[in-house]
């Protein structure tokens, strides 16, 4: 340091003085034995006791004298011996050169005393750079904003001090001014004292620049030291958000009386692909802020709302991605029957001329999807892809007349008929006694054994017929029940026999005008057959042969609900009961033609 090189040059110059002193006498001692004509061994002798002497006295004579006082400079002490009467020559001797500028205790004129304190405080050097001047100055000061004051710089409420680098924060007031002071100093004191480690070197005043500030229509003035309008508004608090807009830039350079506007945005969240984007804008339509997040309506989507909406506060846009797809679908064509008469084929056969096949209708369909759902069907267009073929059966037309032996005598019969046979009477038709039609058939003719119900799609009324087990009759009367091929055998009250199986029916002659002759006739009621019960299929039946009366005897599986179809060759006979057992409920009557409308 700067004081313990003084301290060795010090003590250097009191080494000299005694160097001096020590020269005198080696020159003296010879001269004066020279003179006085002593011998050349006792000269010598001589000579160097005298200097020893001399020396000894003197040093004897110099310690002796001195007064010691104690010197502190810039607060390092130092013990000094001294001859000097005034602190100023103290100084002196020391080497010591003091500026105006430097503190002394006591004065220089001080006389010398014994311990006496002598305190030197010598100024630093310190650069300050404000307003575009740079000032030179020596100071005592440590404290950064007292030096400045000592020349006379003002300082703002916003002005910035940077002392050797390091920016002072500004904290609280100083008492009795308008100036800011340091919350931190860099050196605490007052007065001539201070910390010599650590003195500023130079000192920088940035001053602030006043601009205004128009927030969203709103201005005011602010006070900066910052560089850039950006730091400007941070250091102020103003939050500002990614989607605000901010004129000029906010990397322009601040300069004194600028005006910055702020154009606030507004938040908005968008809806899109699955996932909600919230982000901030000040653009005035929807679209526009779509187009600023880069979410693109591709071919047929769509925003709700619309891209022209205006934007308002913590608006939800929904984004709808649109895709359609056209499918393509193919479906059957059901063929159409036809039945045709052939005059070469006996009566109740059938024959398929031509074998129906579907046709194939093919139709393109666009299915419209919504954000991955299906929103909607439209049928582009549709084509028949394979017409389909027509079903072509033939009927036979053809009668052949035959004649059967039966117990009542040989028949004549033109047409042979497997049908379900029940049978009734007056008193299990179902209708009451007291109706003036109790006991009537269809035709109005009396109930009677002989009389017969059936359908007269089937077999004309009047009709002569033979059955099996039964014996001959006639079609005259009808039944709600009585339907297809199935046929309702009427007794006396005093003779019912009770009937439910599968019989042929032999249609005498004369035949009818072909016009009255139903050619083709449904297959109602189901045949139960036997092997129903075990899936057995039933063999084929040829018209060609007739049969006799007692093939109806053959009996029926059981139990008797099961039914499948069945040819003709299978026919139940009938059951004989007591007229007194109940036969089972069937929703049939005799009626007379009228009660038939």
Known sequence: M?????????????????????RDLRTLGPRFLALSGIGQGL?????????????????????????????????????LGTHQTTVAAVLQDAGIVLRPEDALAP??????????????????????????????????????????????VRLGNADE????????????????????????????????????????ELIEVRRAVLIT??????????????????????????????????????????SAGMTVEIHRSVPVSIAVDGHTVRTRTFRGSVGEVLADTGVALVGQDYCLPTPEASITPDMTISVVRVREEILTEQQSIPYDSVWQGDGTLELDLTRVNQYGEPGVRQSRTRVRYENGQE??????????????????????????????????????????????????????????????????????WPMRKGIVAVDPNVI?????????????????DTGSAIKNKRVDLGYDDDNLVLWYSWVDVYLLTP??????????????????????????????????????????????CEPPWIYAPCSANTILGPRSLSARTSSPTRARSTRSPRRRN
């Open 375 to 444: 929103v909607g069907r439209s049928k582009e267009d549709e084509w028949v892809l394979k017409e389909p073929v027509t079903e072509i059966n033939a009927y036979g037309t053809q009668i052949v007349v035959r004649t059967l032996e039966t117990p009542d005598g040989t028949i004549e019969y033109w047409r042979r008929i497997t049908v379900l046979a029940t049978s009734y009477s007056a008193s299990t038709a179902g209708t009451p006694r007291s109706s003036p039609w109790y006991g009537r058939t269809r035709v109005g």
């Open 2 to 22: 700067a004081a313990d090189h003084r301290k060795s040059g010090d003590d250097w110059r009191l080494s000299a003085q005694f160097s001096a002193w020590f």
């Open 161 to 200: 001090v940077i002392v050797d680098g390091r920016s002072l924060i500004p904290g609280q007031p100083l008492a009795n001014t308008g100036r800011l002071l340091a919350s931190t100093q860099l050196v605490p004191g007052s007065g001539p004292s201070r910390d010599p480690k650590d003195p500023p």
């Open 511 to 556: 035949v009818p005008d072909p016009s009255r002759i139903p050619y083709v006739i449904g297959n109602w009621p189901p045949r139960l057959v036997r092997g129903a019960r075990c899936g057995v299929q039933p063999r084929a039946f040829s018209h060609s042969a007739p049969r006799t009366p007692h093939e109806t005897s053959s009996p029926a």
């Open 460 to 476: 004309p009324l009047y009709t002569q017929l033979y059955v099996p087990g039964y014996g001959p009759g006639i079609a005259a």
């Open 107 to 152: 004065t220089p004129d001080t006389l010398i005393t014994p311990g006496l304190s002598i305190e030197v405080l010598t100024a630093h050097h310190v650069t300050v750079q404000v307003d575009g001047q740079v000032l030179e100055t020596r100071t005592l000061e440590s404290a950064p904003l007292t030096i400045l004051d000592s020349l006379g």
């Open 213 to 254: 500030v128009v927030d969203e229509g709103t201005p005011f003035t602010l006070e900066t030291i910052q560089p850039t309008i950006g730091q400007a508004l941070y250091q102020a608090g103003i939050v500002l958000y990614l989607g605000d807009s901010v004129q000029p830039p906010l990397y322009t350079r601040v």
């Open 43 to 79: 000269r010598q002798a001589g000579i160097l006791a005298f200097v020893l002497l001399a020396a000894g006295a003197l040093v004897a004579g110099y310690v002796t004298t001195q007064t010691y006082v104690t010197l502190t400079v810039n607060g390092v002490a130092y013990s």
